[in-house]
T-cell receptor, first 116, second 113 residues
Framework: AQSVAQPEDQVNVAEGNPLTVKCTYSVSGNPYLFWYVQYPNRGLQFLLKYITGDNLVKGSYGFEAEFNKSQTSFHLKKPSALVSDSALYFCAVRDVEGGSQGNLIFGKGTKLSVKP | EPEVTQTPSHQVTQMGQEVILRCVPISNHLYFYWYRQILGQKVEFLVSFYNNEISEKSEIFDDQFSVERPDGSNFTLKIRSTKLEDSAMYFC???????????FGDGTRLSIL
């Protein structure tokens, strides 16, 4: 079965410092990986995706993620955190088994808190 | 930028009642989804819909649930007889094709009393 793990419930970072939100995955074939962000009382907002190609993927708001096949990881990173980055971050893998239409399997989410 | 819109933002219903959650996907999208998020838990897939029929559904999506695309714009989720454990945030999502990302609405918070 396909799954996503986000090992940290919360990540605390000082503004201006680099941030990393961790994600590992388990899939049977090639993974399609996504990061979404959720602000309070809002839906999930797409940040970036990895389908194929360069392992370093750049997305919205200065975020990037590195696909590492050997470690089955897709960690989200940003060189310099902003207070406004504080939100809930979800890693997701697309279900490609059984000819699905690509529903997403989500991790449990990581709360990012950026302090001034 | 076009958005997925969901109504209502909050629905309070008595246990056993029927509820319909409404979604307007992005207009040129072809794939439609419902997910739910129980408070404090992860987002879970419910159902996907393509070409006017259900393409996949999860174990959660039992006979109490149904989806419909009654016209060219709306996509609805109906829960026939609500239970307390149906209380959750329900998200609608859509995507254009293939490997494009899914775009999510802001959700409907369903509270069953």
């Amino acid at each position: 079965a396909q799954s996503v793990a986000q090992p940290e419930d919360q990540v605390n970072v000082a503004e201006g410092n680099p941030l990393t939100v961790k994600c590992t995955y388990s899939v049977s074939g090639n993974p399609y990986l996504f990061w979404y962000v959720q602000y309070p009382n809002r839906g999930l907002q797409f940040l970036l995706k990895y389908i194929t190609g360069d392992n370093l993927v750049k997305g919205s708001y200065g975020f990037e993620a590195e696909f590492n096949k050997s470690q089955t990881s897709f960690h989200l990173k940003k060189p310099s955190a902003l207070v406004s980055d504080s939100a809930l971050y979800f890693c997701a893998v697309r279900d490609v088994e059984g000819g699905s239409q690509g529903n997403l399997i989500f991790g449990k989410g990581t709360k990012l808190s950026v302090k001034p | 930028e076009p958005e997925v819109t969901q109504t209502p933002s909050h629905q309070v219903t008595q246990m056993g009642q029927e509820v319909i959650l409404r979604c307007v996907p992005i207009s040129n999208h072809l794939y439609f989804y419902w997910y739910r998020q129980i408070l404090g838990q992860k987002v879970e897939f419910l159902v996907s819909f393509y070409n006017n029929e259900i393409s996949e559904k999860s174990e959660i999506f039992d006979d109490q649930f149904s989806v419909e695309r009654p016209d060219g714009s709306n996509f609805t989720l109906k829960i026939r007889s609500t239970k307390l454990e149906d209380s959750a945030m329900y998200f609608c999502a859509s995507k254009r094709v293939g490997n494009q990302p899914q775009h999510f609405g802001d959700g409907t918070r369903l509270s069953i009393l």
